[in-house]
Each structure stands twice: as structure tokens, then as C-alpha cells.
């Protein structure tokens, strides 16, 4: 008997953790991975090897070896292959796009490792050109080896806004400013916590240095209020700490506002695969924790599948000195948001519908408690393209901000959970082959 | 009066119940529009019924949603339209032409579309499609925003997440509904449970769940070539509706339809299979669909799903809704069981349950839809 | 470089290296506007990693993501410009 398939999604430090855990133990991997090179957010390859975006020599070397351990491995690597989704049977849905076809696969597990998505707080004028999200800027970044042009405000809240703006700053084009919401200072406590796990904070004391000597140094307290158009630039405002209002004309805004696990649709039916989550996808812990959950999620199926599994306790306390970090991390930012209550109402919340605050607003006005679903259907909130990831939570806060009545709606009514986890072109799905006549 | 069910025959009637003087209380399991009438496509249509009470019904149905918009009730919510059902072989057509004049016969104004005249009313169709039928005078209407239209007019109360589990009788007379949240006094009660009516009935078997695949695709682009209206391949004229439900063998049968929605996306349905799990669809489903659509529209290919979704039809054994008294309480009615019809029927429905109800003579013949072909009672447990 | 070649973007050649995506080559075209865009959100990059869905384009007729298709010469890449209601 051939050995059961394993397929894994998500070619970050995750999935490619996962995929040769499982190759170790002599186990049929298939690692597939949407864009065209593996790398996930933190190892994304640069398109020009020699033009490249300077990174901890820590993270360089840790790629380094899984790539050449993968080359060298039994895995077998599919780039430009979208997970679509399980279907009613059970089948795993993979958008070829190398082909332009679908296939199916009916694995005995599924390790889904997906990553994460950025949180964008929703403020005026978010929608329009020229507004990215920090990881867009820094993917962006990373992939050209320059630096994006003319003037960049990042702002939002996160250790992502000052490693962009640091290295923009090395690579010639630091920000015109960063705006950190959160005012929370480093305290003892934090840095005794991060001590456990010394790479952020050499990390972040490397960037820090870096936009001193660029005179850069984040505005802690501050945020942006609007963005409007104009004279082909962006004509941002900011309230600072005390609450002073100030315009800036840029080229570019960058915004951020945490992370979230990019988990849409991917809830284990009735038949199908066994399914473990990892990395980001499963508990956003960063790339360190990345590593050790993937061999987890191997583990996790090999035990399933009733492969022996080489007992080490490595990888659980990795995760939990990394979950520990990340949680000390996390009480210095302010990943709040603006609260919507202080919005406009043409503020667009759902950006795919174009659907706006004002609009959320007048279906909640009148006692009638009307549900999620309502509202989803309804007011078109998450219905668009990008299935809620963008505006669900800020649908479901806003709604519950409104409510004395304790009965908030989850983001996950608003959300889509069932496939397709992304669109599919219908030229791939036709390509399908029949599993029995049509009628 | 308490009516139990809010999808669009509930809530119809219960806006026409309220304005002939009731004070009316929906109870909803769920919440509003949870069951078919929020999984459905919109087909305001007479082009596919069979020839019968049925297709009679159906074209008063659209007149009384013209009437809903001219009364200011539905504006915006029901977009008249023709429809175009398609013939690509010639046994197809001999099928089309059949049909057609079945729907002459009953009053709806036809053309036949046939080489040039056809290509150029309906560009989107493929070089193989040889005749079309174009059923004009009918609409669509998207039934969560129907339902939605009647709760902001208001005049009732509704209760979310409220199951009805049984009824309180004294004398022969229903006094109140049992809920989850407590007993409450009904004076008079309407079932308007769709799928979930069996609960209520003595009798087994009557009403099965049919399930139906829709595809949602994302929106056209300026450049798709042009849909003036639904096409409907022939085809779907053998498997839509009207089927008893009482075939042993779970079947499945698949009828094209591709909608042009008002938000320039498209919705491709639908399968109708014997079975209840709504929450999920299956691949070979939408890919047979989706070739099927191709096929009659090429276009299409260029677009992308963004959505699939279920929803359960209540398919009753002889095929015909059920509307009419409930034996076993004198003040018990019930609307139930209108398969794949009830966006189109249910406005006009709910109308004809406050007649009935109201004791007036209803403005349409539904004798043939009346419970008491099967003899209805309440169930014991209800 | 050697592996210059070029793709159309409604009609307009944008120079573009075998390893870089759409939204990279468009983005050094200095081209911010991508599309129309659905409901009154123009076409635009924004989150890079395929999510989002604002940066869609036609890539020979087959909408894709201009973040995570690779550019490849002689594509004929277009704005989709939706139907106006
Ligand atoms: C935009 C962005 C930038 C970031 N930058 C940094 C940074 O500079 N430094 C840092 O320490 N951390 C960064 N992070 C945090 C980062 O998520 C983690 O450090 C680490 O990369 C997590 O690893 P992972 O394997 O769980 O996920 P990822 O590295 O995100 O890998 C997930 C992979 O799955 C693929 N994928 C997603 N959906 C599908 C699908 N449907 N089908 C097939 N493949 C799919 C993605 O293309 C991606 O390659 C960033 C996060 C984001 C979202
Ligand atoms: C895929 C699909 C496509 C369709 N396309 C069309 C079309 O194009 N044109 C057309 O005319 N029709 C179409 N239909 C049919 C149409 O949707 C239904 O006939 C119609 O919605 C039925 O409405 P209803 O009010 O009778 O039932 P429902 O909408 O099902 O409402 C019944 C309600 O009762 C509630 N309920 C049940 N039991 C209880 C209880 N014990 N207590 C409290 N509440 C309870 C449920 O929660 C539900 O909300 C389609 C249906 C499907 C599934």
C-alpha cells in the first residue's frame, strides 16, 4: 500500500516546517503555496537575488537551511497553487494557476498554514490608491529590493511599523513619519519577558537605531484621522497625544493595526481530511513560533495517521517562550482602532461593496434587534470579494458598540465560512473533470 | 395573531394581517429570512411553472407584485424583466415550442427569438443556442430584501430566535404558542414554517427538504457582452419543481439558470437534490453547473465564483403548495410547502392567507392548493 | 538585465523582469490606479498578499491578482472597469 498523502498550504516558515517534519518521517508531502515562491511573509524572496532588502542575518541563515534541506528533500513543492477550499465530500479544492485548471485531492491530512492577515482600522479615505497596509509596503519592498518612492507616512499600531520604516531608512527612503497609536512605554516587566526571547529586542534596538540616525524616531500617541485626494497626493490628518489636528501631503500611507489569522472558511466538515492549523494561520506568534508549530502540526498528523512519532518537548516550549514574548509585545501597542463611533459616516467600512458607516448605521437605528445575517445580507457588509477578512470585525465592533443589550453579533457571521476560500475564476472550475455524468 | 415563520410568506402575510387590523407577532426560529427565502434566487417568473393552478397562480403573482410597486410597498424591490430560456438542439426546441404555447395559452406574452434577431437581443449567448423563448412581462425580487422591505414598514412585532414548539388549546381552539421563552396568548395562529412544518403535523412524509446549489459570481465588466435578462437552458424545464416528493431513491437533477443580479453579478443555479444538508455544497455540483453555463453563455469563464450556497425547498408529496385550515383547532392555518416558487408566489400568498384568515372569499382560486387534499391535522406532540 | 521584456497594460508596454509579479512591474510604472475597482473603491494594491482582492486585473481575459501573478512578456493585462447600474 502506497503511504497516505499529506498536503500542506502555505509556504512560510509554517508550512515548510511542516512539510519536512513530515518528509523526515518518510511521510508523501505536497507543500502548496499560492504566490510563486515560498518564503511566507517574513523569508519573502527578492525578485533580483542581487537586489535585496536587508534582513537579520538570524532569519537569512534560518531560510537558508530549510530551503536547501527542501531541495533536498522527498517534498514535493507546488508554487502558484491556491487552496480553495473543502467541499461537501471532503475533497481538498486547488486552483492550479500555472494551468488555469482545478484539481482535487483527497489527502489523509490537511496542514493548513496560511499565515496571517493585516488588520486595517477603518478611517476615511483608507480605500483609496496610494493607501497600502505595512506588510503590502514591506512585501512590496522585499520583492524589488528598493525602497517605495516619494513621501511615506506609516501609522496604526505594531512592531511592524518601525522595522518598514527602518528599512526603508537603509535602503534611502525613510518615512516622512511614523505614527504609533499606542503611548504604553517599555517597562521592566516587558523587557524581562522579552529577555527570555532576545532576538526582538535586539531586532527592534537595531531598527530603533536606525530611524534615530534618520531622525524618524515613531510619534507615540498619534494616528491618522482622514486621507482625501489631493493634486494627485494624499492629504492626511493626524491628531497627536494632546490632540493637535495636522494636515501632510504625501505620496503614500501605510496602515496597520495587528495582526489576525487567516483562517477564513477553513472549518473541518463532516467529511475530509484530518486538519491541523499552523503558524499564523493558527495563533499569530510570528516566525520563531512559526517553525516549532509547524513540526507540531506534523506531529500532531503523524500521530493521527499512526506514525510514530520521536518524542521531543522542543518545539511545545518554543511556542510557549515565544507565546509569552509575543503577549509582552503585544501590551505595547494599541490595536484598538479608531472608534467608529467617532467616524463619519461616509467612512467605507466594507471596501469590496463599497458599503459605509453611515449605511451600518441606519440598519441599526430603530428597537428591532436585527441579527448579523440581516445586516450581511442586507446592508451587503462581507459580501464582496474578500469575504468579510476586511471588515467583518469592524462590522461586528461597531454593531456591538450600539448595543446595550449584550447581544453583540461575532465576526464570524459576517465573515464567509464555507468555500471558496478565495474566488475561483470559472474558466479553472470548468476544467473539473466529472466524477459522474450530469443528469 | 401569532405567525410562526419569518421567510416571506410569514412575513407577507403578517404586514397584510397587521394592516386589516390584527395585532400580529412573527416568531422565527432563527432569525428573519433564515431559511429559504434567504438561499434563494429571485425568479418572479411564470416561464418555468407547468401548465395548471400553478402557472395561473404564478401570473396573478407577478400582477400582485406590480401592484406592490405601484402601491409604493415594493419600489425598488422588483425589477420587472423578461426571461429567455434557451434551446440548443432540436429536440430542445421542439420542447420550447411546446412550452411556449402552453404560456400563450395562460396570457403571458412570448417571443420566439430565432438566427440574427436572437444574437442581437442576447448577446451573451453561445453560437450554439438555436431558439430562444423570451417570456416577458416578469421580474425578480431578492426575497431577504423583500422580507426586509416589510419589516422596516412594520405594524408587527418579530421574535428571533423564538422556536414555536407546540401550541396551548382549550375547547378545540389554539389559545397560545408554546416558545422557548414561555407560553404566549394567540388568538389565532399561521404556519408559515416552510421546511420546519412537518413538526407541527400528525401526518409523515408530506413535505421533504429539496436542497438547491447557488453559485454567486463576482461582478461583469464593462466589456461582458450583454444579458437583458435570465437565461434558462430548456433543459431546466424538464427537472424544475413540480416533482412529487415521494420518489424513493434520492435523486438529483440539475436545471441552468443564470441570473444577471442588479449588482452586475450573476447568480448560477441550481441543483435540486432529495436530501437536508444545507450547509454545504459540493464541487462536482458547481462544476457541472458551471460547464453547463459556459456552454449556453461563454462569457461567463471570464469571471470568478465568489460564493456558493444552499438552501432547503419543501417539496410536498404531490408537488402543489399547501395553503388552507389545519384540522384538529379551528383557528389553525397554514402556508407551507411552495418548493422552488415561493419568492415568486409568496407576497401574493400572504395576502390571500389575511383573507382567508380575515374569513373574506380569497381574490385567487386556491382550491387546489387547500390542506385538506391530505386531510391535515395537528401533530400530538404540537 | 538581460531578461527585460515587456507586457501591455491597456495598451501601454510596461517593461518587466521573469521574476517579478504585476503589481511590482506596475508599481515602478509609477501606476497607483489599477482598475476602476468594485463600489466605489478605485483598483489599487494594498495588501500584497492576495487577501484584499482590490488589486484585480484581467491577465489575458482570467481576472487574477496583480500581487501574486508573475509578469511575463507578451501578457495582455487590462483594468476591469465595471458596469455601470
Ligand atoms: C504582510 C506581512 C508582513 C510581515 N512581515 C514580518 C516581518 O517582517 N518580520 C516578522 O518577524 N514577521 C512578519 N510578519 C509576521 C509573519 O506572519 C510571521 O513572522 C511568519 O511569517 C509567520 O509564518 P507562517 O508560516 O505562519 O505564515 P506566512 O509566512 O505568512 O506564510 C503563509 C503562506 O501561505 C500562503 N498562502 C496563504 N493563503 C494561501 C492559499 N489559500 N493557498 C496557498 N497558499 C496560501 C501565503 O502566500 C504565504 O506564503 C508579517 C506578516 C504579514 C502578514
Ligand atoms: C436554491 C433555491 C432557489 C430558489 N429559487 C427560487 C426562485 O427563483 N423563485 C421562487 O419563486 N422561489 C425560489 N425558491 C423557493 C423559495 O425560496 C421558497 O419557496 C420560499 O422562500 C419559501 O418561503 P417560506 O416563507 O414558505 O419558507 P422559509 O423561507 O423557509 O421560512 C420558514 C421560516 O420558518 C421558520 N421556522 C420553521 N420552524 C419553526 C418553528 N418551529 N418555530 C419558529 N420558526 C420556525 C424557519 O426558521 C424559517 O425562517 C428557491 C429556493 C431555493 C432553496
Known sequence: ?439 | MAVVGAGIVGMSAAHFLSRAGWQVTVYDAGVVASGATGSADGAVSVASKKPGPLMTLAVAAVKFYEQLVATGILVDEYLPRSTFVVASDHEELAVLERHAGELEAAGVPIRMLKGAALMAVIGAAAPTAIAAAEVQREGHAVGYRVVERLRQLGGFAIRRNCRVSGFESSNGCITGVMTEQGTEPADAVLLATGIGSMHFLAESGLIRPRKGQLIVTDRAGADSPHFPGPLMSCRYLVSKGSQPADSAVASRSLGLVIDPLRTGQFLIGGSREDRDDRETADADVVATLLRDAVALSPSLAQLRIIRVFSGLRAATRDGMPIVGHVGGAENLWIATGFEGDGICLGPMIGRLCQQMICGESPEQDISALDAARFGLTLAAAA | ?85
Not at chain 1, 500500500?1 to 516546517?17: D, F, N, T, W
Open chain 1, 1 to 439: 500500500m502506497s503511504s497516505p498523502e499529506v498536503l500542506v498550504i502555505g509556504g512560510g516558515p509554517a508550512g515548510v516546517s511542516a512539510a519536512l517534519e513530515l518528509a523526515r518521517a518518510g511521510i508523501d508531502v505536497t507543500l502548496c503555496e499560492q504566490g510563486p515562491r515560498l518564503g511566507g511573509a517574513i523569508h519573502r524572496q527578492p525578485d533580483d537575488p542581487t537586489q535585496s532588502v536587508r534582513v537579520p542575518r538570524s532569519h537569512k541563515q534560518r531560510w537558508q537551511a530549510m530551503s536547501d534541506e527542501l531541495a533536498a528533500s522527498t517534498v514535493k513543492v507546488l508554487c502558484r497553487h491556491m487552496f480553495a477550499g473543502i467541499e461537501a465530500t471532503g475533497a481538498v479544492l486547488l486552483e492550479d494557476r500555472i494551468h488555469g485548471r482545478l484539481v482535487t485531492r483527497r489527502p489523509a491530512a490537511l496542514v493548513l498554514a496560511m499565515g496571517a492577515i493585516e488588520r486595517v482600522a477603518p478611517v476615511p479615505g483608507w480605500h483609496l490608491p496610494g493607501v497600502v497596509t505595512v506588510g503590502g509596503l514591506q512585501v512590496m519592498m522585499k520583492s524589488t529590493g528598493r525602497a517605495p518612492d516619494g513621501d511615506v507616512l506609516i501609522a496604526g499600531s505594531g512592531p511592524l511599523l518601525v522595522a518598514l520604516a527602518a528599512q526603508m531608512a537603509s535602503l534611502g527612503n525613510a518615512p516622512v513619519a511614523v505614527l504609533e497609536r499606542s503611548t504604553r512605554l517599555m517597562s521592566v516587566s516587558v523587557i524581562a519577558s522579552l529577555l527570555r526571547a532576545p532576538a526582538y529586542l535586539w531586532e527592534a534596538a537595531g531598527y530603533l537605531l536606525t530611524l534615530a540616525r534618520s531622525g524618524i524616531l515613531p510619534r507615540r500617541g498619534a494616528f491618522v484621522t482622514a486621507i482625501a485626494p489631493r493634486d494627485g497626493r494624499l492629504s492626511v490628518t493626524t491628531l497627536d497625544r494632546h490632540g493637535r489636528e495636522r494636515q501632510m501631503l504625501v505620496d503614500r500611507v501605510a496602515l496597520h493595526d495587528g495582526l489576525l489569522p487567516n483562517s477564513n472558511g477553513t472549518m473541518a466538515g463532516q467529511h475530509g481530511p484530518f486538519i491541523v492549523r499552523a503558524g499564523d494561520c493558527r495563533e499569530v506568534l510570528g516566525g520563531t513560533a512559526a517553525l516549532a508549530d509547524g513540526r507540531l502540526a506534523a506531529h500532531a498528523v503523524l500521530a493521527q495517521i499512526g506514525k510514530a512519532v520521536r518524542a521531543t518537548k522542543v518545539p511545545a516550549a518554543i511556542l510557549a517562550r515565544e507565546r509569552q514574548a509575543q503577549a509582552a509585545l503585544n501590551t505595547l501597542f494599541d490595536y484598538s482602532g479608531r472608534d467608529p463611533a467617532q467616524l463619519p459616516d461616509e467612512t467605507i467600512i466594507c471596501r469590496c461593496e463599497g458599503r459605509t458607516l453611515g449605511q451600518l448605521r441606519s440598519m441599526l437605528s430603530g428597537d428591532d434587534p436585527v441579527s448579523a445575517r440581516e445586516i450581511k445580507l442586507n446592508g451587503r457588509f462581507g459580501m464582496g470579494a474578500c469575504q468579510g477578512r476586511f471588515c467583518a470585525e469592524w462590522v461586528a465592533s461597531f454593531v456591538a458598540s450600539q448595543r446595550a443589550d449584550g447581544s453583540p453579533p461575532q465576526a464570524s457571521e459576517i465573515v464567509g465560512s464555507r468555500w471558496p476560500v478565495k474566488p475561483v475564476p470559472i474558466a479553472a472550475f470548468v476544467t473539473l473533470p466529472p466524477s459522474h455524468p450530469s443528469e
Open chain 3, 1 to 85: 538585465m538581460s531578461d527585460v521584456q515587456s507586457f501591455l497594460f491597456d495598451g501601454v508596454s510596461i517593461p518587466c523582469t521573469g521574476r517579478e509579479t504585476i503589481a511590482a512591474a506596475l508599481e515602478r510604472a509609477g501606476i497607483r490606479v489599477i482598475g476602476t475597482g468594485q463600489g466605489d473603491c478605485t483598483g489599487r494594491y494594498f495588501c500584497g498578499i492576495g487577501a484584499c482582492q482590490a488589486c484585480l486585473v484581467a491577465v489575458d481575459g482570467a481576472r487574477m491578482e496583480a500581487c501574486l501573478t508573475p509578469a511575463r512578456g507578451g501578457l495582455q493585462v487590462k483594468r476591469i472597469l465595471p458596469v455601470s447600474p
